[in-house]
């Protein structure tokens, strides 16, 4: 069983940069697809990127795409996402994620989430 612990949140001006990290727990972090999700106040979550377990080009939402960047580190278990160019509309509680090959982000794991808030 996997657990999540993202860190790295705060509060930057427009324009600026953040880096999120996610801890993973278990022993089997190899196996997971994992994910960063954001949901600001009001609004549905969102997917921003993926990087799957096989490696390849990650996944990126239109919203975040060459501004965002996700790597993972399987020496020490971790996903990060790099956050550059940050803009106001992107303040939002962010969560990483991971499931396996198959199953659907809803039935993974999920971290508590870390607050990133941009002001202009």
């Known amino acids: 069983q996997e657990q999540l612990v993202e860190s790295g949140g705060g509060l930057v001006q427009a324009g600026g940069s953040l880096r999120l990290s996610c801890a993973a727990s278990?022993?089997?972090?190899?196996?997971?697809?994992m994910a960063w999700f954001r949901q600001a106040p009001g609004k549905e979550r969102e997917l921003l990127t993926v990087i799957s377990r096989y490696g390849g080009s990650p996944y990126y939402a239109d919203s975040v795409k060459g501004r965002f960047t996700i790597s993972r580190d399987a020496d020490k278990n971790t996903v990060s996402l790099q956050m550059n160019s940050l803009k106001p509309e992107d303040t939002a509680v962010y969560y990483c994620?991971?499931?396996?090959?198959?199953?659907?982000?809803?039935?993974?794991?999920w971290g508590q989430g870390t607050q990133v808030t941009v002001s202009s």
């Open positions: 994620a991971a499931t396996m090959d198959g199953s659907s982000w809803r039935s993974g794991y």
């Open positions: 278990g022993r089997t972090f190899s196996l997971y697809n």
